[in-house]
Protein backbone atom coordinates (compact mmCIF):
# COMPACT_ATOMS: atom_id res chain seq x y z
CA UNK A 1 0.00 0.00 0.00
CA UNK A 2 1.27 3.19 -0.88
CA UNK A 3 2.05 6.16 2.00
CA UNK A 4 -0.40 9.02 1.37
CA UNK A 5 1.12 11.78 0.19
CA UNK A 6 1.54 14.92 3.07
CA UNK A 7 -0.87 17.64 2.72
CA UNK A 8 0.54 20.98 1.11
CA UNK A 9 0.65 23.74 3.02
CA UNK A 10 0.50 27.48 2.10
CA UNK A 11 0.78 30.70 3.80
CA UNK A 12 -1.66 32.69 3.97
CA UNK A 13 -1.14 36.33 2.71
CA UNK A 14 -0.01 38.76 5.27
CA UNK A 15 1.18 35.93 7.61
CA UNK A 16 4.61 36.58 8.60
CA UNK A 17 7.16 36.30 11.38
CA UNK A 18 9.74 39.20 12.43
CA UNK A 19 13.05 38.57 14.43
CA UNK A 20 12.35 41.50 16.74
CA UNK A 21 15.81 41.41 19.21
CA UNK A 22 18.53 39.00 19.06
CA UNK A 23 21.05 39.51 22.68
CA UNK A 24 24.49 37.64 23.18
CA UNK A 25 25.42 36.12 26.09
CA UNK A 26 28.41 34.03 27.31
CA UNK A 27 29.09 31.58 29.54
CA UNK A 28 25.16 31.98 31.51
CA UNK A 29 24.93 29.76 34.73
CA UNK A 30 24.27 26.38 33.78
CA UNK A 31 25.73 26.88 30.08
CA UNK A 32 27.43 23.28 28.97
CA UNK A 33 30.84 23.55 28.64
CA UNK A 34 30.77 22.93 24.43
CA UNK A 35 28.25 25.27 24.18
CA UNK A 36 29.10 28.47 25.92
CA UNK A 37 27.69 31.19 23.84
CA UNK A 38 23.77 31.58 23.85
CA UNK A 39 21.84 33.77 21.86
CA UNK A 40 17.89 35.15 23.36
CA UNK A 41 15.42 35.95 20.63
CA UNK A 42 12.49 37.42 20.48
CA UNK A 43 9.77 36.81 17.74
CA UNK A 44 6.93 37.84 16.78
CA UNK A 45 4.34 36.27 14.54
CA UNK A 46 1.72 38.38 12.32
CA UNK A 47 -1.65 37.40 11.31
CA UNK A 48 -2.45 40.21 8.75
CA UNK A 49 -4.17 38.17 6.72
CA UNK A 50 -8.53 37.49 6.16
CA UNK A 51 -8.30 34.18 8.02
CA UNK A 52 -7.42 33.23 12.20
CA UNK A 53 -5.47 31.05 11.95
CA UNK A 54 -3.63 28.39 14.92
CA UNK A 55 0.05 27.96 15.49
CA UNK A 56 0.33 24.14 16.36
CA UNK A 57 3.90 23.31 15.68
CA UNK A 58 7.41 24.55 15.49
CA UNK A 59 10.91 23.62 13.17
CA UNK A 60 14.10 25.22 13.80
CA UNK A 61 17.33 24.38 11.90
CA UNK A 62 20.88 25.14 13.10
CA UNK A 63 23.55 25.19 10.05
CA UNK A 64 26.44 25.72 11.96
CA UNK A 65 29.74 27.14 10.55
CA UNK A 66 31.40 23.56 10.38
CA UNK A 67 28.49 22.28 7.82
CA UNK A 68 26.79 20.45 10.43
CA UNK A 69 22.98 20.72 10.81
CA UNK A 70 20.73 19.99 13.61
CA UNK A 71 16.87 19.84 13.29
CA UNK A 72 14.65 20.98 16.54
CA UNK A 73 10.76 19.97 16.33
CA UNK A 74 8.29 20.03 18.15
CA UNK A 75 4.17 20.64 19.14
CA UNK A 76 3.31 24.40 20.30
CA UNK A 77 5.77 27.51 21.04
CA UNK A 78 6.82 27.70 24.37
CA UNK A 79 3.85 25.33 25.36
CA UNK A 80 1.17 27.63 24.26
CA UNK A 81 -1.14 27.00 20.45
CA UNK A 82 -1.58 30.30 20.04
CA UNK A 83 -4.60 31.35 18.22
CA UNK A 84 -4.70 34.79 15.86
CA UNK A 85 -7.50 36.34 14.32
CA UNK A 86 -6.78 38.87 11.42
CA UNK A 87 -4.64 41.80 12.19
CA UNK A 88 -3.20 39.87 15.88
CA UNK A 89 0.49 38.69 16.75
CA UNK A 90 1.71 36.24 19.22
CA UNK A 91 5.20 37.38 20.47
CA UNK A 92 7.71 35.35 22.73
CA UNK A 93 11.39 34.97 24.05
CA UNK A 94 13.58 31.79 23.94
CA UNK A 95 17.61 30.70 23.11
CA UNK A 96 19.68 28.93 21.15
CA UNK A 97 23.01 27.19 22.99
CA UNK A 98 25.89 27.04 21.01
CA UNK A 99 29.93 26.62 20.54
CA UNK A 100 30.51 28.35 16.98
CA UNK A 101 28.63 30.79 14.74
CA UNK A 102 25.63 29.77 13.10
CA UNK A 103 22.44 30.09 10.55
CA UNK A 104 19.06 29.68 11.91
CA UNK A 105 15.75 29.34 10.17
CA UNK A 106 12.61 27.49 10.10
CA UNK A 107 8.63 27.54 10.13
CA UNK A 108 5.74 27.33 12.07
CA UNK A 109 3.13 25.40 11.73
CA UNK A 110 -0.67 25.05 12.32
CA UNK A 111 -4.10 25.23 10.47
CA UNK A 112 -6.31 28.05 9.47
CA UNK A 113 -10.30 28.90 10.04
CA UNK A 114 -11.21 26.36 7.57
CA UNK A 115 -8.64 23.48 8.72
CA UNK A 116 -6.35 23.91 5.70
CA UNK A 117 -2.97 23.50 6.68
CA UNK A 118 -0.62 26.41 7.09
CA UNK A 119 3.38 27.30 7.23
CA UNK A 120 4.66 30.27 7.90
CA UNK A 121 8.66 30.39 7.71
CA UNK A 122 11.34 31.80 9.97
CA UNK A 123 13.47 34.23 8.63
CA UNK A 124 17.16 33.53 8.44
CA UNK A 125 19.09 34.74 10.74
CA UNK A 126 22.71 34.88 12.39
CA UNK A 127 24.19 33.69 15.69
CA UNK A 128 27.82 35.24 15.32
CA UNK A 129 30.06 35.30 18.38
CA UNK A 130 31.70 38.38 19.23
CA UNK A 131 35.30 38.22 17.73
CA UNK A 132 36.80 38.50 21.47
CA UNK A 133 34.81 35.45 22.62
CA UNK A 134 35.59 32.98 19.75
CA UNK A 135 38.64 30.92 21.48
CA UNK A 136 37.37 31.67 24.72
Known amino acids: MDKPEPASRTTPDGLF ?3 DELLYFFR ?5 EDRPHLFNY ?3 I ?13 KWVLEYGNGEVDVFEGDK ?5 PVLAPRE ?14 R ?3 A ?29
Open 108 to 136: FHGVDASGKTISVSIPFFELNIPREKECS
Open 17 to 19: VTV
Open 104 to 106: VNG
Open 77 to 81: IIGKT
Open 42 to 44: HLT
Open 89 to 102: SFSYDSFHMVGMNA
Open 46 to 58: HNHSDTTVTILAR
Open 28 to 32: PEHAP
